[in-house]
């Protein structure tokens, strides 16, 4: 598959819980080395960027390229230098990484995660150039743009639009380790250390159904998702 079909595989995808492989900000289990990617001597802070549209009136326009994963945020660094060095301000305005807060719940603890919505992607907002296609494409990490050949494409309004959307949630999302037929353990109140199946799962109250034999009887009992865990 290449990366425009990736991408766009990654991007229509509908996700109820995200059951993939977490990417925390400024941490990454990448498949190369890292010598692989340029080393950096300081980390630059992340800024915030609202995305507005996909072209504009002086050309520029939103353009994805493919990263190894895992080195988002260090692909992303990189190119902020190579744009200060090279002075191309005027060309290459914004890199962005889409993030979504994560709410992960697992044997018992709650921590809050910001993973990529695209993980191995990065976005680039520039006005596209000779001079501008060579200093993005050729920064250490990134091994193409998402688009037919040497001619990337551009993102459309509309996919600007729901990538913004989806950063932009106000509730964070909330992954647990659990699914609905599975085993698990309750690890707290009346019914601790009781061991059940889970019947359903609701994200919106952070609840989960399970029914747990109480004498010799099938019986619903509602938990939080902090008081159970996978057997």
Not at 2 to 22: I, P, V
Not at 114 to 137: K, T
Request: hydrophobic content about 30%; glycine content about 8%.
């Amino acid at each position: 598959m290449d990366a425009q079909n990736e991408f766009n595989s990654e991007f229509n995808e509908e996700e109820e819980t995200y059951t993939g492989t977490d990417q925390e900000t400024l941490t990454g289990e990448g498949n190369i080395d890292a010598s692989q990617v340029e080393e950096t001597s300081a980390e630059t802070e992340p800024t915030e960027t609202t995305i507005e549209g996909s072209e504009d009136e002086d050309g520029r326009a939103w353009y994805v390229i493919h990263c190894y994963s895992g080195y988002e945020t260090k692909v992303r660094h990189n190119l902020e230098q190579r744009i200060e060095t090279m002075g191309m301000k005027n060309e290459i305005f914004d890199v962005v990484i889409p993030t979504q807060e994560e709410i992960d719940v697992k044997d018992g603890k709650r921590r809050v995660v910001e993973r990529h919505v695209f993980p191995g992607y990065v976005l680039v907002n520039m006005v596209l150039s000779e001079e501008s296609w060579y200093v993005v494409r050729n920064t250490p990490g990134v091994t193409g743009f998402v688009g037919m050949g040497n001619d990337p494409t551009p993102l459309r309004p509309e996919e600007v639009s729901q990538i913004l959307k989806r950063m932009e949630a106000e509730a964070p999302h909330i992954k647990v380790s659990f699914k609905v037929g599975e085993r698990v353990r309750i690890v707290d109140g009346p019914f601790n250390d009781f061991r059940g199946t889970v019947a359903e799962i609701d994200m919106d109250r952070t609840k989960v159904r399970v029914m747990v034999n109480f004498f010799g009887r099938e019986t619903p009992v509602e938990l939080d998702f902090l008081q159970v865990e996978k057997a």
